[in-house]
C-alpha cells in the first residue's frame, strides 16, 4: 500500500504561486507513475499533470500548460505542482495519486491522497 500526503495549499492573490507536495510512504514511487489532480466546488474531478517514473516525461491539461510544472524527487518519494500565474478558476481541492504502471497517464490511478485545497483571489 502507497500512503500520498499533500501538502501546501493556501489561499493566493491572482497572479501569485504555490507549490505543492506530495509525500508518499508505505513504499517507494519511484517506478510509478504519478499525477494531480484537482476539483472545483460542484464539478467533477479533473486531470491537472502526470509525470512518468523517472521525470523525463510529463504531460498537462491545456488549462495549466505554462503555468504549472510537474515534477519528483525520488529519493525523497515526494512530488511537487509548482502553480504560477495563478488564476481563479484554479481554485480547487488538489489531489495526488499514483498508478502503479510507470508511465504517464490522465486515468487509471491506483492509490489517492486527501487532498489540500487552493483558493485564488482576483
Known amino acids: 500500500q502507497v500512503q500520498l500526503v499533500e501538502s501546501g495549499g493556501g489561499s493566493v492573490q491572482a497572479g501569485g504561486s504555490l507549490r505543492l507536495s506530495c509525500a508518499a510512504s508505505g513504499r517507494t514511487i519511484s517506478t510509478y507513475g504519478m499525477g494531480w489532480f484537482r476539483q472545483a466546488p460542484g464539478k467533477e474531478r479533473e486531470f491537472v499533470a502526470t509525470i512518468n517514473w523517472s521525470g523525463v516525461t510529463t504531460y498537462y491539461t491545456h488549462s495549466v500548460k505554462g503555468r504549472f510544472t510537474i515534477s519528483r524527487d525520488n529519493a525523497k518519494n515526494t512530488v511537487y505542482l509548482q502553480m504560477d500565474s495563478l488564476k481563479p478558476e484554479d481554485t480547487a481541492v488538489y489531489y495526488c495519486?499514483?498508478?502503479?504502471?510507470?508511465?504517464?497517464?490522465?486515468?487509471?490511478?491506483?492509490?489517492w491522497g486527501q487532498g489540500t485545497q487552493v483558493t485564488v483571489s482576483s
Open positions: 495519486a499514483a498508478r502503479i504502471t510507470g508511465g504517464i497517464a490522465t486515468t487509471a490511478y491506483d492509490y
